[in-house]
C-alpha cells in the first residue's frame, strides 16, 4: 500500500502543468457557470409546478451551485495572487494566507460534495415517482431529467477513472521523472565491526614474561 501511495504521488508531481489548469477551478467555474444560466432561466424564468416538488428541486441546484462559484471563484484569486507575488516581498505572506485558504476549504468542499450527492438523490427519487410534470411543466421535468443523467454519468466516469489511474500505476513499474527524496547511501568505514556480517571475536589477553626494558643503559 505504501508503495502504490508513493506511486500516486510521484505521478501527481510529474503531472503537475496537466492538473494546474485543475487547480486554478477553470473547469469547476465553466460548469458550474453554465448550469446556473440554464437552470436559473428554467427555474426562474418558465416556472411551474405539478404533483411533485421539481421547481423546488431546480431551486436548490441553482442556490447551490450559485454559492460553490463564488467559492471557487474566490479560491482562484487567492492561487492566482500566490503566482504573481513570487519573487516579491508578500511571497511568504501569500503562501501562509493561501495553505489557510486550502485548509478551509477541503472540508467546505467535501461538504458541498455530499449536500449535492443528497439532493440529487432526493431529485432522483422526486422524477421516478408518478407525476403529470411532462403535462404541467414539461421544461422543469425535462431539465431535471437531464441534470439527474448527466449525474449518475459523471460518477461513473470519475470511478472508472480512479479505477484506471490505480491499476495503471499498480500494473506498471511507474518511476516519472522526479523522487521524493534523495537515496541516503551509508558507506561504513572498514575497520567498523558493522561492515563485517559476522559479529566481533572476543579478544584474547595474554600475559608477557619478557623483562621490562631499562631505559638510560
Known sequence: MFKHAEKLEIYLKDKTRMFKWYNLKYPQMAYQGLFI???????YG???????PINVFLKGLFAMYICAFILNFFVFLVRICKEKSIGTGYSRKMKTFTLR????????????????FCWYVIGAEWISE????MEDYPD??????ALVALWII???????AFIALNCHLYCHKYTGNQSLGPEIIINYPV??????PQSPQ??????????????GD
Open 37 to 43: 444560466i440554464i437552470i436559473g432561466s428554467i427555474a
Open 154 to 160: 459523471f460518477l461513473v466516469l470519475i470511478f472508472v
Open 191 to 196: 575497520n567498523d565491526a558493522r561492515s563485517y
Open 101 to 116: 485558504i486550502d485548509l478551509c476549504y477541503f472540508p467546505v468542499y467535501w461538504g458541498f460534495s455530499i449536500l449535492e
Open 130 to 133: 408518478d407525476n403529470n410534470c
Open 140 to 145: 422543469g421535468i425535462r431539465l431535471s431529467q
Open 46 to 52: 418558465k416556472p411551474g409546478s405539478c404533483s411533485v
Open 202 to 215: 572476543k579478544a584474547d589477553y595474554t600475559v608477557s614474561h619478557t623483562p621490562a626494558r631499562e631505559f
